[in-house]
Each structure stands twice: as C-alpha cells, then as structure tokens.
C-alpha cells in the first residue's frame, strides 16, 4: 500500500513539475498549454458566465495594477499585449504559490513582463565559474552562532536601492558587501556607486571566455572586487550617481575614493559557514535563481523545487527562524536578502527564502569582502 502511495505521490510530482516547467516559455503558448485557467473543469451550462466574471476579475486587477504601479502604453496594441502577459502571470503566480506555500506569491511590478523580459532587463549575472584564483575564505568556529542575526539593526546595511530596467545587479550586490566592509572598518556608513562599476568595470574571468562584466548586460561580483582592488577603490554614490544606463563614459574620479578592498573570498557551501562569515565579516554578495521572486510579495520562500542556475546577484545581510510553521515542526529558519528593485517590491524590498538546503542556489556562490580602514 505504502509503495503505491509513494508511487502516486511520485508520479503527481513529476506531473507538477512537468507543468510548472512550462514557465519559463513565451506567454501565448502559455495560454495555449493552460487550456485558460488553472481551475477545475467547468460545467457546460456555466460556462459563459464563469469566463465573463473572470475576466472581469482580471480587469479589475490589471487596471488596480497599473495604478499602483504607475504604468501607462504607447498604444492599445502594447496595452493588450500587457493585459495578456497580466493574465499569464497571474496563472504563475498561482502555480508559484502551491510550489511556495510559506511565501506569498501574486501581483508584483513585474506582473507585466514575460519571464524572458524580466530576466534581461532585472537579473543580470554572467559567468558563473568562480574565478580559479579566488581565495577560499578560512573556516570559523560556528558553535556560538547567535540565533538570529541581521545586520539591518546594526548598522551596516544602506537603503534598498533600485536598479532600474537594467541587468546591473551584479553591482548592487558588490556595492552592498563593500558598504558593509566598510561600516566595519571604519563605523561609517556610506552609499557607494554602482554607476562606477556599470560604466568602467569590464574585468574578465581569465577561465571563461566572454564573462567580462558588461554594465547593464550583466557581471559577477568577484569581477567587481576584483575590478575595485585594481582601481583603488569605489567613490560615493552622491558623486557618481546611478542612472541605469550604460551608455555613460568611465567619470571615474580617483581623487574622490569612499572606500576601498583589501581582499576578497569565496565562502565554502556549509550554511553554518556562511552564518558565521556573515556575523564576522559583514553583509555577503550572493547569487540566486530569481524565479520565484518575479511574483513574491513576502513571507519566507522555500519553493518545493527550484533551479539552481544562478542568474541574481543580491545581498545577504541576516537570518532568522519564523514561527508560522506547524506545531509540530521546528521553526522555519530563513536568510534575510537585500534586493535591489526598490521598496516597493517584496517584503520593502527584502526576500527571505529558507534555509537549509540551498534552495534556489543560494548557498552556492558567496562571496565576503575586506574593506581597508581608510
């Protein structure tokens, strides 16, 4: 009995999966593999009605959408296009949430983009081998780890800025673990400039032919620092402001440096590791995949499945344990991630996604940073 159980347990995964593989592809044969919504079978007789109040539904949540959102088309054209992409997202949203169901999942700024759209004009990492000669960072004692930590109450960590329609990620997040360095260097907390990195840092990964960060086309982080060590340093986000494009020349100014990199390296999978860099060593640049986070709104995201292909360079600046779980289970322990698409996303801009089991890749790529004391 237990075997078939397991079986038909299997197996309706495997369909699951199967279905919410469908995501990553083109919204109209989207629609198509949908056969419309995600609902049971309708009766006949019903069926007019149920299309009618539906679509209703979907209208009201498209225009609540485009004003929260401030959103307005060139044409009607463009205008139904979105409506269409709207729709979609809103079926994925409602697969996200079964896959996620400690999360919430639903209408984002984002609601309005195919996956590809989102993922070129948000995310933005490229080449993802670590670089051969990056340092491995030394292993720390974890048994006095505190149980929760997070560097938001202590100082070290800016506001969440926003990255535009632009791949640049990668530097908000370098942006962010040197801004953290530096807190604890110096005990003072300045905004650094991404726009530097996103106009004059075209280092490469010597192992991967095309990895150079490439502005709003993508980067990694241990280019960056690698960038920022060569160049002496990043100035202040006030003297060279973000502007999300990457047409701009280098305005580099070496006689304006904010803060500069001492050394940088790489830290191992282990999840006490990570802890105990980041309560030492400050704010960590990580990568993750950003599936799930084009339709999170907040709660902590432990998806069921998720890729573990890295494409969203962030922040990761705490962790904690949250209690909504059921008696019986130990509290759900989760990272606290600084993203950069603004407050007005997520949980004021923060992500928190579980911890545990590098879900969504995120204990594969960490990287913290020394900050020289100036």
């Not at 919430?104 to 993922?119: K, M, N, Y």
């Not at 969203?312 to 019986?328: K, T």
């Amino acid at each position: 009995m237990d075997r078939i159980l397991s079986l038909f347990l299997f197996s309706s995964l495997l369909f699951f999966l199967a279905r919410a593989d469908v995501d990553g592809g083109d919204p109209l044969i989207r629609q198509v593999v949908d056969g419309g919504d995600d609902e049971a079978p309708r009766h006949h007789h019903h069926h007019h009605d149920h299309d009618g109040e539906q679509m209703l539904g979907a209208e009201h949540h498209f225009s609540l959408f485009k004003r929260k959102f401030g959103k307005s088309y060139a044409s009607q054209e463009e205008h139904d296009y979105r409506f269409e992409v709207f729709k979609t997202n809103m079926r994925r949203a409602k697969r996200h949430q079964r896959m996620d169901p400690t999360a919430q999942h639903g209408v984002t700024r984002f609601s309005d983009l195919t996956p590809a759209e989102f993922r070129r004009s948000h995310l933005g990492l490229r080449g993802l081998r670590l670089p051969a000669d990056a340092n491995t960072a030394p292993i720390l004692p974890t048994e006095n780890l505190p149980e929760d930590f997070d560097w938001r109450e202590h100082g070290a960590v800016t506001e969440v800025k926003n990255q535009g329609s632009c791949g640049s990620c990668w530097s908000f997040s370098t942006t962010g673990a040197l801004e953290g360095a530096h807190f604890l260097a110096t005990g003072e907390l300045v905004s650094l400039s991404e726009q530097q990195l996103v106009d004059c840092d075209h280092e490469c990964d010597p192992e991967e032919a095309g990895s150079c960060d490439a502005g709003c086309n993508g980067g990694l982080m241990n280019s960056a620092f690698e960038y920022t060590l060569k160049a002496g340093g990043l100035m202040k986000e006030k003297d060279y402001p973000y502007t999300g494009t990457d047409r701009g020349t280098c305005k580099f100014d070496k006689t304006k440096i904010a803060a500069k990199v001492s050394n940088f390296s790489v830290v191992s999978l282990d999840e006490d590791q990570i802890a105990a860099n980041l309560v030492k060593n400050g704010p960590l640049a990580v990568a993750i995949n950003a599936v799930f986070m084009q339709t999170y709104v907040g709660g902590v995201s432990c998806p069921y499945i998720c890729s573990k292909r890295l494409d969203h360079g962030v922040l990761l600046v705490g962790y904690g344990a949250s209690a909504y779980a059921p008696v019986r289970m130990k509290e759900k322990p989760y990272w606290i991630i600084k993203n950069s698409w603004g407050e007005n996303w997520g949980e004021k801009g923060f992500y928190k996604i579980c911890r545990g089991r590098n879900i969504c890749g995120v204990d594969s790529m960490v990287s913290t940073v020394a900050a020289v004391e100036l």
